[in-house]
Protein backbone atom coordinates (compact mmCIF):
# COMPACT_ATOMS: atom_id res chain seq x y z
CA UNK A 1 0.00 0.00 0.00
CA UNK A 2 2.32 3.09 -1.14
CA UNK A 3 -0.16 5.67 -0.04
CA UNK A 4 -0.30 9.14 -2.27
CA UNK A 5 2.90 9.14 -4.63
CA UNK A 6 3.98 11.71 -6.71
CA UNK A 7 5.87 12.27 -9.95
CA UNK A 8 8.44 14.21 -10.79
CA UNK A 9 9.55 14.75 -7.24
CA UNK A 10 11.98 17.80 -8.60
CA UNK A 11 11.69 19.96 -12.15
CA UNK A 12 12.82 22.58 -13.20
CA UNK A 13 11.02 24.82 -16.28
CA UNK A 14 11.89 27.64 -18.55
CA UNK A 15 9.29 30.39 -18.91
CA UNK A 16 6.53 29.48 -21.09
CA UNK A 17 7.11 25.47 -20.95
CA UNK A 18 4.65 22.83 -20.06
CA UNK A 19 4.62 19.66 -18.09
CA UNK A 20 1.69 17.76 -16.05
CA UNK A 21 2.31 16.25 -12.47
CA UNK A 22 1.19 13.14 -11.97
CA UNK A 23 -0.53 12.17 -8.72
CA UNK A 24 -1.99 8.29 -7.75
CA UNK A 25 -3.19 6.86 -4.78
CA UNK A 26 -3.90 3.44 -4.21
CA UNK A 27 -6.85 3.92 -1.25
CA UNK A 28 -9.50 4.06 -2.92
CA UNK A 29 -10.52 7.19 -2.35
CA UNK A 30 -12.91 9.04 -4.50
CA UNK A 31 -11.62 13.02 -3.41
CA UNK A 32 -8.71 14.25 -4.66
CA UNK A 33 -6.66 17.58 -4.05
CA UNK A 34 -4.27 19.60 -5.59
CA UNK A 35 -2.32 22.30 -2.97
CA UNK A 36 0.26 24.53 -3.66
CA UNK A 37 2.86 25.88 -0.43
CA UNK A 38 4.92 28.54 -0.63
CA UNK A 39 6.88 30.32 2.40
CA UNK A 40 4.41 32.08 4.97
CA UNK A 41 1.40 31.08 3.00
CA UNK A 42 0.71 27.70 3.85
CA UNK A 43 -1.05 25.26 1.85
CA UNK A 44 -3.28 26.58 -1.06
CA UNK A 45 -6.37 24.55 -2.90
CA UNK A 46 -5.54 24.78 -6.65
CA UNK A 47 -8.05 22.28 -7.94
CA UNK A 48 -9.96 19.14 -6.40
CA UNK A 49 -11.64 16.39 -7.53
CA UNK A 50 -14.96 14.57 -6.33
CA UNK A 51 -14.57 11.46 -8.25
CA UNK A 52 -13.70 10.10 -11.85
CA UNK A 53 -14.41 12.31 -14.86
CA UNK A 54 -15.25 15.77 -12.14
CA UNK A 55 -12.77 18.58 -11.45
CA UNK A 56 -13.38 21.51 -9.50
CA UNK A 57 -11.41 25.01 -9.07
CA UNK A 58 -9.82 25.89 -5.76
CA UNK A 59 -8.98 28.80 -4.08
CA UNK A 60 -6.02 29.39 -6.61
CA UNK A 61 -6.74 27.82 -10.05
CA UNK A 62 -5.21 30.09 -12.57
CA UNK A 63 -2.62 29.03 -14.82
CA UNK A 64 -3.40 25.36 -14.06
CA UNK A 65 -5.45 22.60 -15.48
CA UNK A 66 -6.37 18.95 -13.75
CA UNK A 67 -7.91 15.93 -15.19
CA UNK A 68 -9.01 12.70 -13.29
CA UNK A 69 -9.71 10.20 -16.18
CA UNK A 70 -9.08 7.17 -13.84
CA UNK A 71 -10.17 7.08 -10.18
CA UNK A 72 -6.86 6.57 -8.68
CA UNK A 73 -5.05 9.07 -10.85
CA UNK A 74 -5.13 13.23 -10.48
CA UNK A 75 -2.94 14.79 -12.95
CA UNK A 76 -2.07 18.94 -12.73
CA UNK A 77 -0.94 20.66 -15.79
CA UNK A 78 0.88 23.91 -16.93
CA UNK A 79 0.26 24.66 -20.21
CA UNK A 80 2.14 27.89 -20.19
CA UNK A 81 4.91 28.20 -16.84
CA UNK A 82 5.51 31.25 -15.06
CA UNK A 83 7.97 32.17 -12.59
CA UNK A 84 4.90 33.11 -9.76
CA UNK A 85 4.27 29.20 -10.35
CA UNK A 86 7.18 28.17 -8.86
CA UNK A 87 6.37 26.52 -5.24
CA UNK A 88 6.04 23.28 -3.70
CA UNK A 89 3.16 21.13 -4.55
CA UNK A 90 1.49 18.87 -3.21
CA UNK A 91 -1.38 16.47 -3.82
CA UNK A 92 -3.70 14.62 -1.36
CA UNK A 93 -6.43 11.98 -1.39
CA UNK A 94 -9.36 12.57 1.27
CA UNK A 95 -11.06 9.23 3.59
CA UNK A 96 -14.56 10.96 4.34
CA UNK A 97 -15.72 7.95 6.48
CA UNK A 98 -12.51 8.76 9.19
CA UNK A 99 -12.39 12.26 7.57
CA UNK A 100 -8.50 12.30 7.24
CA UNK A 101 -6.26 13.75 4.37
CA UNK A 102 -3.45 11.73 3.08
CA UNK A 103 -0.91 13.45 1.50
CA UNK A 104 2.05 12.74 -1.28
CA UNK A 105 5.83 13.87 -0.88
CA UNK A 106 5.72 16.40 -3.10
CA UNK A 107 6.89 17.97 -6.15
CA UNK A 108 9.31 21.39 -6.18
CA UNK A 109 8.88 23.10 -9.34
CA UNK A 110 11.19 26.16 -10.15
CA UNK A 111 10.24 28.40 -12.92
CA UNK A 112 12.81 30.65 -14.43
CA UNK B 1 -16.21 29.97 4.22
CA UNK B 2 -13.79 28.15 6.71
CA UNK B 3 -10.59 29.77 8.06
CA UNK B 4 -7.50 28.78 10.41
CA UNK B 5 -5.25 31.11 12.28
CA UNK B 6 -2.11 30.16 13.74
CA UNK B 7 -1.24 33.66 15.16
CA UNK B 8 2.48 32.44 15.93
CA UNK B 9 4.95 32.47 13.11
CA UNK B 10 7.65 30.84 15.37
CA UNK B 11 7.73 29.30 18.41
CA UNK B 12 10.59 28.98 20.64
CA UNK B 13 10.90 26.53 23.25
CA UNK B 14 13.82 24.95 25.59
CA UNK B 15 13.88 21.01 25.55
CA UNK B 16 12.12 19.51 28.31
CA UNK B 17 9.63 21.95 28.52
CA UNK B 18 6.38 22.22 27.98
CA UNK B 19 5.11 23.45 24.43
CA UNK B 20 2.13 25.09 22.25
CA UNK B 21 1.30 25.58 19.27
CA UNK B 22 -1.86 27.70 19.25
CA UNK B 23 -4.33 27.47 16.30
CA UNK B 24 -8.26 29.04 16.27
CA UNK B 25 -10.77 28.74 13.36
CA UNK B 26 -13.66 29.61 11.87
CA UNK B 27 -16.68 27.22 10.04
CA UNK B 28 -20.40 27.75 9.97
CA UNK B 29 -21.23 24.37 10.89
CA UNK B 30 -19.41 22.06 13.80
CA UNK B 31 -15.79 21.61 12.66
CA UNK B 32 -13.63 18.65 11.73
CA UNK B 33 -9.82 19.66 12.88
CA UNK B 34 -6.44 18.66 12.19
CA UNK B 35 -2.71 19.11 12.91
CA UNK B 36 -0.02 18.25 10.55
CA UNK B 37 3.58 18.45 10.87
CA UNK B 38 6.58 18.72 8.32
CA UNK B 39 9.92 18.19 8.06
CA UNK B 40 12.19 19.92 6.09
CA UNK B 41 11.98 18.83 2.39
CA UNK B 42 9.23 16.36 3.57
CA UNK B 43 5.01 15.78 3.01
CA UNK B 44 2.92 16.99 5.30
CA UNK B 45 2.27 13.89 8.17
CA UNK B 46 -0.57 13.45 9.75
CA UNK B 47 -0.73 14.33 13.94
CA UNK B 48 -3.98 14.04 15.44
CA UNK B 49 -7.63 15.06 14.52
CA UNK B 50 -10.87 16.16 16.32
CA UNK B 51 -14.20 15.36 14.97
CA UNK B 52 -16.04 14.13 17.88
CA UNK B 53 -16.05 13.33 21.48
CA UNK B 54 -13.16 14.26 24.22
CA UNK B 55 -11.98 17.37 24.07
CA UNK B 56 -8.18 16.58 24.16
CA UNK B 57 -6.73 14.27 21.47
CA UNK B 58 -4.17 12.41 21.95
CA UNK B 59 -1.72 11.88 18.37
CA UNK B 60 1.60 10.68 17.45
CA UNK B 61 4.86 11.46 18.97
CA UNK B 62 3.49 12.70 22.63
CA UNK B 63 1.59 15.43 21.25
CA UNK B 64 -2.24 16.53 22.19
CA UNK B 65 -4.68 19.13 20.90
CA UNK B 66 -7.44 20.62 23.36
CA UNK B 67 -10.33 21.45 21.11
CA UNK B 68 -12.23 24.42 23.21
CA UNK B 69 -15.96 24.99 21.13
CA UNK B 70 -16.21 28.47 23.06
CA UNK B 71 -12.87 30.52 22.32
CA UNK B 72 -12.97 28.05 18.80
CA UNK B 73 -9.12 26.97 19.47
CA UNK B 74 -7.54 23.39 18.91
CA UNK B 75 -3.96 24.07 20.13
CA UNK B 76 -0.96 21.72 20.08
CA UNK B 77 0.87 20.77 23.06
CA UNK B 78 3.56 18.20 24.55
CA UNK B 79 4.19 18.03 27.86
CA UNK B 80 8.41 17.70 27.47
CA UNK B 81 9.17 19.21 23.79
CA UNK B 82 12.39 17.03 22.07
CA UNK B 83 14.73 18.60 19.84
CA UNK B 84 13.51 16.03 16.94
CA UNK B 85 10.03 18.08 17.39
CA UNK B 86 11.62 20.78 15.58
CA UNK B 87 9.55 21.30 12.43
CA UNK B 88 6.98 23.00 10.53
CA UNK B 89 3.28 22.61 12.32
CA UNK B 90 -0.15 23.09 10.54
CA UNK B 91 -3.52 23.39 11.91
CA UNK B 92 -6.43 22.99 9.51
CA UNK B 93 -10.38 22.38 9.38
CA UNK B 94 -13.05 21.11 7.49
CA UNK B 95 -16.71 21.81 8.10
CA UNK B 96 -18.08 18.61 8.66
CA UNK B 97 -21.50 19.42 7.22
CA UNK B 98 -19.53 21.35 3.88
CA UNK B 99 -18.47 20.66 0.64
CA UNK B 100 -15.91 18.22 -0.95
CA UNK B 101 -13.15 21.41 -1.22
CA UNK B 102 -11.08 19.01 1.47
CA UNK B 103 -8.93 21.39 4.21
CA UNK B 104 -8.54 24.47 5.07
CA UNK B 105 -4.76 25.14 6.34
CA UNK B 106 -3.17 27.74 8.36
CA UNK B 107 -0.44 29.54 7.21
CA UNK B 108 2.35 26.98 9.81
CA UNK B 109 3.70 27.55 12.98
CA UNK B 110 7.31 26.95 12.91
CA UNK B 111 8.35 25.25 16.09
CA UNK B 112 11.84 25.49 17.43
CA UNK B 113 13.25 23.12 20.36
CA UNK B 114 16.53 24.44 21.63
CA UNK B 115 19.03 21.99 23.25
Known amino acids: NAGVTQTPKFRVLKTGQSMTLLCAQDMNHEYMYWYRQDPGMGLRLIHYSVGEGTTAKGEVPDGYNVSRLKKQNFLLGLESAAPSQTSVYFC???????????FGPGTRLTVT | AQSVAQPEDQVNVAEGNPLTVKCTYSVSGNPYLFWYVQYPNRGLQFLLK??????LVKGSYGFEAEFNKSQTSFHLKKPSALVSDSALYFC?????????????FGKGTHLIIQP
Open chain 2, 50 to 55: YITGDN
Open chain 1, 92 to 102: ASIDFIIGEQY
Open chain 2, 92 to 104: AVRDNGGGADGLT
